[in-house]
């Protein structure tokens, strides 16, 4: 057998077992988004990622245009997991406690899923630059303003602060406890976590 026939058996053994995924870009991404979470994005280099993968450094650069390209698709794609799952609460809640629930349930389900990924979004998104880092944080920020309007709606007493300052501590709760360690081994976490979250909203003010 040729070099070249032993490379080519190689890689299509790689790739049946599964250790090779068909879509590189994907799998730097996720290496890198694996390593920002780990380490934090400072302390990360191209070549940690490009070893992570087994590609060389430069070879990233076919598909990302630097590091920072890498942080910002990691953002980008948590912002959108958060704003379809928030699109499939509202399309199943009646009323607006109904859709509160549906709200957090849904963060729940989805942080626990993928804690790395709102891990490197919530603490790593900072060292985006200031031109790169304004328009996520308004995308951002209109998932939290769906939220507040629910609650505005459910508990018609509150003006936009109150329910501003519940909400954040409602989704800074669920995003700490989520991506802390050990949580996979909490029985009943997802309602544990959503019960927290609701009493957090149901607080009383003055």
Known sequence: MTTTDAASTAS?????????????????????????HQRG???TSVDDIGKAVDV??????????????????????????????????????SDARELLAGYIR??????????????VW?????HLSSERRS?????LRSWSTEWIEALQD???ELDEPTARLLVNGAIGMITSVTTGPATTEVEGLTDSITSMALATLDAPVA
């Open 135 to 139: 328009p996520m944080s308004r995308r």
């Open 56 to 93: 060389s450094g430069p070879a990233i650069y076919r598909h990302f245009s630097s590091k920072e390209d890498l942080l910002l698709e990691a953002i980008k794609l948590a912002a959108d997991e958060v704003h379809a799952i928030n699109g499939r609460a509202r399309a199943e809640a």
């Open 154 to 156: 459910a508990r018609p």
């Open 12 to 36: 299509a053994d790689s790739t049946a077992s599964g250790r090779r995924p068909a879509n590189r870009r994907d799998l730097i991404l996720y290496a890198a988004i694996d390593l920002f």
């Open 41 to 43: 994005y400072p302390a």
């Open 106 to 119: 849904a963060y729940v389900d989805v942080a626990l899923e993928r804690s790395a990924l709102i891990a």
């Open 122 to 126: 919530n603490s790593e998104a900072r």
